[in-house]
T-cell receptor, first 111, second 118 residues
Framework: SQQGEEDPQALSIQEGENATMNCSYKTSINNLQWYRQNSGRGLVHLIL?????REKHSGRLRVTLDTSKKSSSLLITASRAADTASYFC???????????FGTGTRLTVIP | ETGVTQTPRHLVMGMTNKKSLKCEQH?????MYWYKQSAKKPLELMFVYSLEERVENNSVPSRFSPECPNSSHLFLHLHTLQPEDSALYLC?????????????????FGDGTRLSIL
């Protein structure tokens, strides 16, 4: 299976703390993408990291990619209640086109 | 802030009905997608259109029929659905730099149509 698998399935933290979510995958990838989904809404793209990149930042988000371990992590620093959502990683295999999504991590940030 | 609009937001239909889901993107993108999201399952890609040509059909039952009349509009025609087809149906779009190479850019999603089959 090409799809990523997120870990943990659910995470609950206090506002102001950092949240770390992990994604593991099984095949070689072209890129890996992280998305957020608020309840009842569509997915929102957060960051795309290519296979030749190791780290990317966007505001309070930091994504790392370790292709030797076939894993990625998403770090949200100084979390806010508005960060409460499900977070998905999606991989695109080498030479392929389709995004394969995992089942997501449900993050709850308690005010 | 989404540039992808889906209608209706909710749809309840019987198994013998025929209905259509509509998606419109205002981003000038050249690729559009239909996904199915069921509880506790990964997002499933159903159809992909790149430059108005269907380039992917992931073994989707024929009771789902897509239509892409132009690069801004995408439809999913439904008929004789089953209870297991109840799910959130998401439309997405992306701007792809090379025909058929649609996996290399971020995808922009609509808020979905929540479909319930009675």
């Amino acid at each position: 299976s090409q799809q990523g698998e997120e870990d943990p399935q659910a995470l609950s933290i206090q506002e102001g703390e950092n949240a770390t979510m992990n994604c593991s995958y099984k095949t070689s990838i072209n890129n890996l993408q992280w998305y957020r989904q608020n309840s009842g809404r569509g997915l929102v793209h957060l960051i795309l990291i290519r296979s030749n990149e190791r780290e990317k930042h966007s505001g309070r988000l930091r994504v790392t990619l370790d292709t030797s371990k076939k894993s990625s992590s998403l770090l949200i620093t100084a979390s806010r209640a508005a960060d409460t959502a499900s977070y998905f990683c999606a991989t695109v295999g080498t030479g392929a086109n389709n995004l394969f999504f995992g089942t997501g991590t449900r993050l709850t940030v308690i005010p | 802030e989404t540039g992808v609009t889906q209608t209706p937001r909710h749809l309840v239909m019987g198994m013998t009905n025929k209905k259509s889901l509509k998606c419109e993107q205002h981003l000038g993108h050249n690729a559009m997608y239909w996904y199915k999201q069921s509880a506790k399952k990964p997002l499933e890609l159903m159809f992909v259109y790149s430059l108005e040509e269907r380039v992917e059909n992931n073994s989707v039952p024929s009771r789902f029929s897509p239509e892409c009349p132009n690069s801004s509009h995408l439809f999913l025609h439904l008929h004789t659905l089953q209870p297991e087809d109840s799910a959130l149906y998401l439309c997405a779009s992306s701007q792809d730099r090379h025909r058929g190479r649609y996996g290399n850019q971020p995808q922009h999603f609509g808020d979905g149509t929540r479909l319930s089959i009675l």
